[in-house]
C-alpha cells in the first residue's frame, strides 16, 4: 500500500504536463497528396478498362490535388 503513493503522484503529475505537439503538416501533406495520387491511380486503371469518360475525370481531379499537396517529384 506504501507504493500506491508515489505512482498515484508520477501519474498526476505526468497528466498535468503540456500535450504533445501536432505532427507538422507536411507529413499530412504527403499523406494526403498519396492518398490522392492512389486514388487517381484507381480511377485511371478503372477508365483503361472501362472506358468511362467520368473515371478519366474522377482520376485526373485526384492527380491534381495530389500535386496541390505535395508538387515535389518523388
Known amino acids: 500500500m506504501c507504493s500506491f503513493w508515489p505512482v498515484s503522484l508520477a501519474c498526476a503529475s505526468f ?18 497528396a498519396y492518398y490522392n495520387f492512389a486514388m487517381g491511380r484507381l480511377y ?24 496541390k499537396l505535395d508538387p515535389r517529384p518523388g
Open 15 to 32: 497528466a498535468q504536463s503540456a500535450p504533445a505537439a501536432p505532427p507538422t503538416p507536411a507529413s499530412d501533406d504527403k499523406a494526403g
Open 44 to 67: 485511371a486503371e478503372l477508365a483503361a478498362a472501362e472506358g468511362s469518360r467520368e473515371d478519366v475525370t474522377k482520376a485526373i481531379h485526384y492527380y491534381q490535388e495530389a500535386i
